[in-house]
């Protein structure tokens, strides 16, 4: 029997969802009609919201749901970029997810993993000397060193912080209305006519780069026979940076949860596996990406309810990954809970879910597991500092979520 899909009262939800909801816009409104589906309008559009295991199993079917046009072009101006991969389908998504996957290998992961080491070194030295360090910032810094080290974009000393400041502000200006979401436009259309050029340069032959590094791969990675015009090209260069700089959300998230838990500091010191499990915790508990939409390539039936062909859907990432039904006392930091998690492609989706090749599963998400592990290390393993009065409250309605304070460290030392 067909089932009727409930209706949000609200004229729009944008605003709601931007101010008053956040991230706890779908989950809230499902317990509100104790179902896993409800409608509403937001960005004046009709879109069906669902969350859960089962809804991420069905949203992450390729025969059922399609990206081409969906993404909505403030998010494009600022996180994406235009002609992306996000926003591909089909063969041409598999072929462009590719050249993806292919740079993103174990022996790849373990060369961006050393140059980053390097630069978290370089960096504690470096706040050793100063008065107070602003951790979200530093963190944004010293990945952006890394990754455009090991793309093989040249990046002059001067000009790391810049670059570093415009990735993050691409990031941060999803969720933003107003000058935060300027800001990101500005930081994406300087970023791409840097990078543009300089993929003119490599083909010219005016920039020598490796012909083993990401730059390279991209400026002469050819599909259907063509080379992709610099700036697209540019736009997937940026989509290797970029979600890496964003890493910085989740460092500070880390030495969030070791100031506020500090009980697991001991723990991490010398166990390894209970690294993995504190990384994955992080992952969940802590919100980043909040939803994901996608379109009906035709009428889907699921669990009785009828989502005609065409109609726009919106998956619950953060509900998901908060859902009681998955996870016992979801809004509880445990780590230990990942010593039994099923592993389901479908019931943990911080960075997407179902398949990586055929789907748009975020193929970032071996390096970031490793990433977080490595900086949990070094705020553990390889240096000391102090935690000075700050406002560490993590507002649900900013979207990225971050503490107020971007968490302040003093007295930075490394351990010898
Ligand atoms: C896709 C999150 C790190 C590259 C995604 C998606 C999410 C996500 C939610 C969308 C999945 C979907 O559309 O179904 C994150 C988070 C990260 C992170 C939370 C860490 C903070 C990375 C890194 C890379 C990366 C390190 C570098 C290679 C991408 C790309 C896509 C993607 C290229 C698009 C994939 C596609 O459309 O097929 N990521 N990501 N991400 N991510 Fe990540």
């Known amino acids: 029997r067909q089932k009727k899909i409930p209706r949000d009262k609200t004229l729009d939800g944008t605003l709601t969802l931007l101010r008053s909801d956040g991230y706890e816009f779908i989950r809230k409104r499902c317990q ?28 992450y079917n390729p025969a059922l749901f399609k990206r081409k046009g969906v993404l909505p072009h403030r998010i494009q101006a600022s996180l994406f970029g235009v002609g992306g991969v996000q926003g591909l389908d089909g063969v041409d998504h598999w072929q462009r997810k590719h050249l993806f996957l292919s740079l993103m290998t174990p022996a790849k992961r373990q060369d961006i993993l050393t140059l980053t080491a390097e630069e978290w070194q370089r960096a504690i030295q470096k706040w050793s000397k100063q008065e107070t360090v602003i951790l979200f910032e530093e963190a944004q810094e010293l990945i952006c060193r890394a990754m455009c080290a090991w793309v093989g974009v040249p990046l002059a000393e001067e000009e790391a912080r810049a670059r570093a400041f415009d990735f993050g502000a691409m990031v941060d200006a999803f969720g933003a209305v107003g000058p935060r979401h ?16 300089l993929i003119e340069e490599i083909r010219r032959g005016a920039v020598s780069v490796s012909k083993d590094c990401a730059a390279y ?17 540019a736009v997937e260069l940026i989509n290797f940076i970029r979600p890496t700089v964003a890493m910085s959300y989740f460092i500070t998230f880390a030495a969030l949860a070791l100031h506020a838990y500090p009980a697991y500091r001991e723990r991490l010191q ?5 690294l993995e499990f504190f990384v994955q915790e992080l992952r969940r508990y802590y919100p980043f990406a909040p939803l994901l939409g996608a379109r009906a390539r035709h009428t889907v039936i699921w669990h009785g309810y009828r989502i005609p062909k065409g109609s726009m859907v919106l998956l619950d990432l953060y509900g998901t990954n908060h859902d009681p039904r998955i996870w016992k006392d979801p809004d509880v930091f445990r780590p230990e809970r990942f010593q039994s998690w099923n592993e389901s492609p479908y019931n943990f989706i911080p960075q997407g879910g179902g398949d990586f090749g055929n789907g748009h599963r975020c193929p970032g998400e071996w390096l970031t597991i490793e990433a977080l592990r490595l900086a949990v290390r070094f705020l553990v393993r390889e240096m000391t500092y102090t935690v000075p009065q700050q406002d560490l409250h993590v507002s649900l309605t900013r979207i990225p979520a971050l503490p107020e304070s971007k968490f302040l460290m003093k007295q930075v030392q490394p351990v010898r």
């Open 32 to 59: 509100q009609y104790g179902t896993d589906m409800f409608q509403t309008r937001l960005l004046g559009k009709k879109m069906i919201c669902f969350g859960g295991e089962e809804a991420a199993r069905c949203f």
């Open 182 to 197: 300027w800001c990101g436009r500005l930081a994406r259309k300087r970023a791409e006519k840097w990078l543009a050029s």
């Open 217 to 233: 791969h991209i400026a002469f990675y050819r599909e259907n026979g063509h080379e992709l015009p610099p700036r697209i090209a």
């Open 270 to 274: 010398h166990d390894d596996d209970f």
